[in-house]
């Protein structure tokens, strides 16, 4: 169970916006300063740990960049959208970041609402009007990978990629 | 019900009879292509085991050559890499070095049929070829190199029945434009494309589609396998391969028709190009400062071509950077012979080395602050080449090189 407090985004929120290019090869903390500089400048200075994203249509277009690990360094604990870039959703699953498609979440949420997600019905509730909305399920393995801290701890188990400790 | 191109792939790939929409897949990785990005010190992992040699491909594209200290550190890391386990496709700073999109196309290591990862979001450009080729993240290319697998959702498939022909100074880019204009982003769907359109649709202007397919949001986006492509490959590639076509009553969740002999010069405006194209004179009062052919997309012969035929005898405008980046080091020396280039310089457009370079905002034009760029080349988001007060506009080689000579965007039809 997740809940938190929710930011709303529009439709087609690229990568780019929330890890610009000229920070691609900056440090991780760098890049978390950076999310959402060119549309919401200040965001990452509002934003708190655990907070949730809830984004429209096509959330995450764009770039392989690990724009998930920006935002779950920002502190977001999910992001709930209406659809889901196909390459930003392997990287949500592989940098943890718990990241759902929520058909008509957009419309349900008003900033500064809380979003309650259940990951066991793969529901969503607004906290204060009560609507509930059904999440497209994740299959079995990419969630708990996604909730297993990702691909990298799994591979350095099966002694594939040398261990960074506390680096997921 | 029948397949999708797709779901034959992913059904081969993953040792089953029949894949739907719907499935996820475990499937096996024919071909893993590595960047110098993927060795940069921010990114890498230490690799201990690779799967399988042969089945990696390195090439370096994004900072090349090395423009700082830190691209020079990665460069030189995966040098030793590829040394280390043995990679013989490896594509350094060279004559055979390129965007890796297009060294994959030139050298047909994208097989009809098979399955390619690479960690960089235009790899679905392979998807001319035939191939299941899909951009993914760092993580799940090193999963691949080193478990020999990767896993994919299974969406529904639009298909694009092409037919006709593309009337003269009409290029691959402008379809794009149509489809990105028309029917907007395809996210969690793939895209197949066939019809008898095809045959007069070359090797390279079906890369340029292909490859705009990350920026409808597309899971895949894939061509039937026809003569035309299967000499391509049997002349560059002597790998045994199973070309996949559609059955007949393969299930499709849309059919759509497109008349290239319908289609105009377009532009995307800044941004995005979601729902978001314009004929050219809809923008024609806009002034710009850098005028860009290049990146995965664009970097072709034929493109080279088509901006050279437009320049031929002109010159820029007064004001203007014109940057011509051909996609590898052996389409610019293709370009080269073809003449293309002299034409080019003469007209005084800057021709740079194969590199990503100003198609992601990386080096060698990154745009400033206030300005205003055409580009022919993949992504024309918010700060994508630099500065994010800067305006990206989209088009086609053509729209782009006339754009240079006039000093403001145009249509090439008015300059010719
Ligand atoms: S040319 Fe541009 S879009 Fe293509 S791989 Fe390089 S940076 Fe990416």
């Known amino acids: ?168 | 019900m029948g397949m999708t191109i797709i779901e034959k792939i992913f059904a081969r790939a993953s040792h089953q009879a029949k894949v739907a929409a719907g499935d996820m897949v475990v499937v096996d990785v024919d071909v893993s292509v590595m960047l110098d990005s993927s060795f940069h010190a921010n990114h890498r992992r230490r690799i201990l085991k690779v799967h399988d040699p042969e089945k990696i491909v390195v090439v370096y594209d994004h900072m090349v050559p090395a423009p700082d200290r830190m691209s020079a550190e990665g460069h030189v890391y995966g040098r030793a890499f590829a040394k280390q386990f043995g990679i013989r496709r490896f594509h350094d700073v060279g004559p055979d070095q390129g965007i890796s999109h297009a060294v994959v196309a030139d050298r047909a290591y994208a097989l009809p049929g098979s399955v390619l990862v690479c960690g960089d979001s235009h790899t679905c450009a392979s998807g001319a070829f035939n191939c299941a080729a899909r951009g993914v993240g760092q993580p799940d290319l090193l999963g691949a190199i080193t478990t020999g697998k990767t896993w994919f959702k299974v969406g529904d498939t639009v298909r694009y029945d092409l037919v006709g022909q593309l009337r003269p100074g009409v290029s691959a880019k402008d379809v794009f434009l149509y489809l990105a204009g028309t029917y907007g982003h395809h996210t969690n769907q793939n895209i197949e494309f066939g019809g008898p359109g095809l045959a007069h649709l070359g090797i390279n202007a079906r890369r340029t589609i292909a490859t705009m397919g990350a920026e409808l949001s597309a899971e895949f986006a894939t061509f039937e396998a026809d003569q035309t492509l299967l000499d391509y490959v049997r002349a560059r590639n002597s790998t045994p391969f199973e070309a996949q076509n559609p059955d007949p009553d393969a299930r499709y969740v849309d059919r759509r028709t497109v008349d290239l002999d319908a289609m105009e010069p377009l532009v995307a405006l800044p941004d995005t190009v979601i729902r978001n194209s314009v004929p050219v004179g809809d923008v024609e009062q806009e002034t710009i400062q850098q005028a860009f052919i290049g990146s995965c997309a664009n970097g072709t012969l034929d493109d080279l071509a088509e901006a050279a035929r437009v320049v031929k005898g002109r010159k820029v405008a007064p004001g203007v950077r014109f940057l011509v980046t051909p996609g590898t080091q052996q389409v610019f020396q293709q370009a080269l012979v073809a003449g293309y280039v002299q034409t080019l310089m003469e007209a005084g457009a800057v021709v740079t080395p194969a590199t990503c370079g100003a198609c992601f905002g990386g080096h060698m034009g990154v745009l400033g602050a206030g300005e205003t760029c055409i580009t022919a080349s993949t992504r024309n988001f918010k700060g994508r080449m630099g500065d994010p007060t800067a305006r990206i506009f989209m088009a086609s080689p053509a729209t782009v090189a006339a754009s240079a000579i006039a000093g403001h965007i145009v249509n090439s039809a008015k300059i010719g």
Request: net charge negative; hydrophobic share 45%.
């Open chain 1, 1 to 168: 169970m997740v809940s938190g407090a929710v930011w709303t985004f529009d439709d087609n929120i690229n990568t780019d916006l929330i890890l610009p290019g000229d920070m691609l090869f900056a440090t991780e903390a760098e890049q978390r300063r950076a999310v959402f500089r060119a549309n919401r400048p200040g965001w990452v200075d509002e934003v708190h740990q655990g907070d949730v994203i809830v984004g429209g249509l096509n959330f995450g277009m764009g770039s392989s960049r690990p724009a998930a690990r920006s935002l779950r360094n920002a502190g977001v604990a999910a992001v709930l959208a209406e659809s889901i870039n196909g390459l930003f959703f392997r990287n949500a699953v592989n940098f943890g970041l718990i990241a759902l498609e929520v058909p008509g979440v957009h419309a349900a949420f008003v900033e500064g609402q809380t979003a309650i997600v259940s990951l066991e019905d793969f529901t969503v509730r607004n906290r204060e009007s009560n609507i509930v909305l059904q999440a497209r399920p994740i299959p079995q393995m990419l969630l708990d990978l996604m909730l297993g801290g990702g691909l990298y701890p799994h591979l350095e188990r099966k002694g594939l990629l040398e261990p960074r400790l506390g680096v997921p």
